[in-house]
């Protein structure tokens, strides 16, 4: 395996266990109060889940049908992955509570080999990763990843389609 992919596996899995070490201070955009407690309920269950995303929505990233939905990804609560016969799969991640940081990591090249570039009109801050096919986004704090690595087509549709994607989870999520 190259060095850079050990790093970028590295450092998903750093994020991975922040993200979940965050517990109940975590909230997204439109979550509530238990009540008597005052601590944030986070909506339960990945994008997939709360059908923030669609099959449909991941077959027309993909350009194939959908065959499986593993909801969640194994070894990530928060991840979903679709597949399609023959295709890599499209990785979906929702994480309250990071969104900024993370967006930050990647556009400061703290993450990985390769840095994210300023992708506007995404949330309130995206950055882009055109080598990994990769979206990080944030709205509220937020996070919305999508990984098409591997996914053919061009990149700038990719792009665009992914960009439409998370800025859909994000309204349907506040």
């Known amino acids: ?5 050990i790093t970028v596996l590295v450092v998903i899995a750093v994020a991975n266990v922040t993200a979940c070490s965050k ?6 955009a439109g979550s509530s109060t238990k009540p008597g407690t005052g601590a944030p309920q986070v909506p339960a269950g ?18 194939a049908p959908i065959w499986k939905v593993r909801d969640p990804n194994p070894g990530d609560p928060q991840s979903c992955d679709f597949e399609a016969r023959g295709y890599p799969p499209l990785t ?9 940081e993370t967006v930050e990591a990647w556009l400061s ?15 309130e801050r995206a950055a882009w990763v055109a080598k990994f096919r990769r979206l990080i986004a944030t709205k509220n704090n937020l996070l919305c990843d999508i990984s098409a690595q591997g996914i053919g087509g061009s990149v ?17 999520a506040s």
Do not use: Y
């Open 156 to 172: 700038d549709a990719i792009q665009k389609k992914v960009a439409a994607l998370c800025n859909k989870i994000f309204a349907a």
């Open 46 to 63: 990945t994008a997939c889940e709360r059908k923030l995303v669609t099959e449909a929505d991941a077959s027309a990233i993909l350009g």
């Open 23 to 28: 517990g109940a201070s975590q909230t997204v």
């Open 1 to 5: 395996m190259h060095t850079w992919r």
């Open 92 to 100: 979906v991640t929702l994480r309250p509570g990071v969104g900024d």
């Open 109 to 123: 090249g703290k993450v990985g080999p390769v840095p994210g570039t300023a992708l506007p009109g995404v949330g």
